[in-house]
Nanobody, 119 residues
Framework: QVQLIESGGGLVQAGDSLRLSCEGS????????MGWFYQAPGKAREFVGSITWFGGVTRYADSVKGRFTISRDNAQNTVYLQLNSLKAEDTAVYYC????????????WGQGTQVTVSS
């Protein structure tokens, strides 16, 4: 069974930075890609970006390009989401997810970490 555990969320001010981490574990943890999503209060969960596990190829939602960066450390089974120039509208629960294919749904999800940005 695959487990994903996010950490690094918190309360920050607009303009600040945060780095979220997502550590994967389990005997079958061998994702093709890892994704980050966020869900703001009262809204649907949205895609932030993703990274392929072995090639490190990234893609981002237009709304975060230039501000958020995804990276990974394969040796630590960890993927990161660097959040820069945070805005109040970035306030959300951030989730990481693991997918075994290059397309389709992500099979595994973390429990989420809260990011709150005060203006």
């Amino acid at each position: 069974q695959v487990q994903l555990i996010e950490s690094g969320g918190g309360l920050v001010q607009a303009g600040d930075s945060l780095r979220l981490s997502c550590e994967g574990s389990g005997r079958t943890f061998r994702p093709y890609r890892m994704g980050w999503f966020y869900q703001a209060p009262g809204k649907a969960r949205e895609f932030v970006g993703s990274i392929t596990w072995f090639g490190g190829v990234t893609r981002y939602a237009d709304s975060v390009k230039g501000r958020f960066t995804i990276s990974r450390d394969n040796a630590q089974n960890t993927v990161y989401l660097q959040l820069n120039s945070l805005k109040a509208e970035d306030t959300a629960v951030y989730y990481c997810a693991a997918g075994s294919r290059s397309y389709g749904e992500y099979e595994y999800w973390g429990q989420g970490t809260q990011v709150t940005v005060s203006s």
